[in-house]
C-alpha cells in the first residue's frame, strides 16, 4: 500500500495524484461520491490481496490437519496411513498454489504501482 502511494505521488506529485484519483469525464455531481468510492478502492486493493494470501495459505494448513485428525479421532491405522497419502498430495497442491499466489500477488501489486504511475490510462 505504501509503496504504491509513494509511487504513484513520485511520478505525479501530491497534487497530481490526488487530481488523478477522480476519473475524467465524470459529471459534477458524481464527483464527490466519486472522490470518496477511488479513496475507499485505495485501501480495499491491498486488503484483498492479503486476505486472498491469508485464505489460501490457511487452507491447505488446515485440510492437512483435518485428515491427520482423522486418524487420531476415529483410532484407526487404515484411515492413519489413508489421511497421510492425502495429506502428502494435498501438501503438494498446497505448495503448488503457494507458487501461483506468489506470481499472482506479485503481478497484481505490480498492476496496482502502475495504475497510480500512470493514472491517465
Not at 505448495?95 to 504511475?117: E, K, R
Amino acid at each position: 500500500f505504501i509503496v504504491t502511494q509513494v509511487q504513484g505521488m513520485k511520478k505525479n506529485g501530491i497534487g497530481g495524484y490526488a487530481v488523478g484519483l477522480v476519473p475524467h469525464g465524470v459529471p459534477a455531481f458524481v464527483i464527490p461520491l466519486m472522490i470518496i468510492v477511488e479513496f475507499v478502492g485505495l485501501f480495499t486493493k491491498p486488503f484483498a490481496l492479503t486476505i486472498r494470501l491469508f485464505a489460501n495459505m490457511t487452507a491447505g494448513h488446515v485440510i492437512i490437519l483435518s485428515l491427520l485428525g482423522l486418524g487420531f479421532i476415529l483410532q484407526s491405522y487404515a484411515v492413519m496411513s489413508i489421511g497421510v497419502v492425502f495429506s502428502l498430495l494435498i501438501y503438494l497442491l498446497e505448495l503448488f498454489v503457494a507458487f501461483l499466489q506468489a506470481y499472482v500477488f506479485t503481478m497484481l501489486s505490480a498492476l496496482f504501482v502502475g495504475m497510480a504511475i500512470h493514472q491517465e490510462h
